[in-house]
């Protein structure tokens, strides 16, 4: 399966919850060796309203990011955590891990899907792009850790169902 780096957040639903699952289903980590250590995960609901900046943002929202943009945002990071949740609930169980996992494709798919066009604009707003790293990636981040610490990310059946995000 294709290793994906992590990306911001429109893109971690784009490319990030792909990636998520592509290295669990792998089994290796993609941090760049030189990528420092992530700081300290965020609590998957810091009881942050949607539209209000994460308070550890040492930037200011741009105007480009709409409330609209930050609603999305929190959905991902919902379905995200759904199912590093799911993974986690499974413990060993890998076929109830895989059952899952298939149980949540459909919601991941649609989330891609409503985060291209994010993701296009995004490309040409670096501003926009930073906040949305700096405000987000520390909750996925804190997700796709779980995501790793399952005991049956190299499961086959585990595997064959992420690969099904991919179709």
Not at 46 to 59: D, L, Y
Not at 84 to 96: E, I, V
Request: charged share 20%; with cysteine; proline share 10%.
């Amino acid at each position: 399966m294709r290793a994906l780096a992590l990306r911001l957040l429109t893109a971690a639903l784009t490319a990030t919850l792909t990636a998520a699952l592509a290295t669990a289903c792998s089994g290796a980590a993609q941090t760049p060796a030189s990528a420092p250590p992530p700081a300290a995960p965020a609590p998957a609901n810091q009881g942050i309203a949607v539209g209000e900046p994460n308070p550890a943002t040492p930037v200011a929202r741009p105007a480009s990011i709409t409330d609209a943009d930050i609603a999305l945002a929190e959905k991902a990071i919902v379905v995200i955590t759904k199912l590093s949740t799911a993974m986690t609930d499974a413990g060993a169980n890998c076929q109830q891990a895989a059952a899952a996992i298939r149980a949540i494709i459909p919601e991941l798919k649609a989330g891609i899907a409503e985060t291209q066009p994010l993701d296009e604009k995004l490309k040409s707003d670096p501003a926009g792009r930073e906040w949305f790293e700096k405000t987000y990636n520390p909750r996925l981040q804190q997700a796709s850790e779980k995501l790793m610490a399952s005991p049956c990310v190299s499961d086959p059946g585990v595997a064959e169902a992420m690969a099904e995000l991919e179709k």
